[in-house]
């Protein structure tokens, strides 16, 4: 397998791109506007055919490439079920499959940082969007964000994979890139709790203002420049 991991470095967002081989198929993960030229290039030198991009959630804090590079290479574009946005070709939901090649990505649907959050799980690795993050969790105060979904999403799937299952967020901060689920079990902060309401009233205790225009950003999905 080849596997790249491509960093936004206004967003801190990784971008994703896996492929069984030179010549064959390519899937990009959580693709970001301002790079679309870096991702095709990548994938030209590499001679793959990008069949497939996907967002693990609605994103707030850059605008998904899913709708450009759609434009320059016809690549199906895919979100979950619920997603308004007009560039997806593809809904997902919960425990359907992605496969480009012979690789499979098993669909997990993740609610709490947002009601579209999704992770893909494949045979040695999962990633998580915002769901889970190294040493962190994904905010849930804004486009209905549920802290007790995201308990759920946590303690109910992403927790009981095999402990040395690789994690591989849409996000990091601090510059780590990889993790384990029995890593994070140990050591994440966030999932030292008793029970779902000690996880809810921890998410409220972190929640912070949120300055932004939410609504100008969820019309910026597609990748249409806000005028905020
Ligand atoms: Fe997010």
Do not use: W
């Amino acid at each position: 397998m080849i596997f790249g991991q491509i960093l936004d470095p206004q967003s801190f967002t990784y971008t994703y791109v896996v492929a069984k081989r030179p010549g064959g198929e390519a899937l990009l993960i959580d693709p970001v506007l301002e790079n679309t030229k870096q991702y095709v290039s990548l994938i030209d030198q590499l001679d793959f055919k990008l069949v497939i991009a996907v967002d693990t959630h609605t994103h707030d804090d850059h605008i998904t490439a899913l709708g450009a590079l759609r434009g320059l290479t016809n690549c199906a574009t895919a979100m979950g079920e619920m997603t308004k946005a007009d560039c997806v070709s593809v809904r997902f939901s919960d425990n359907d499959k992605l496969r480009i090649d012979d690789i499979h990505l098993q669909i997990l649907y993740t609610p709490g940082h947002t009601e579209d959050s999704y992770s893909f799980l494949m045979a040695d690795r999962v990633f998580t969007g915002d769901t889970l993050l190294i040493r962190d969790t994904g905010r849930t105060d804004f486009h209905n964000g549920d802290p007790a979904a995201q308990y759920d999403s946590l303690f109910g799937k992403l927790l009981k994979l095999p402990t040395e299952t690789l994690v591989f967020p849409a996000h990091d901060y601090n510059g780590m890139t990889v993790s384990t689920i029995g890593e994070e079990m140990r050591y994440n902060p966030r999932l030292q709790v008793a029970d779902k309401q000690a996880y809810i009233d921890l998410m409220h205790s972190h929640n912070e203002p949120y300055s932004r225009d939410l609504t100008a950003s969820a019309k910026r999905s597609c990748g249409y420049k806000s005028a905020a």
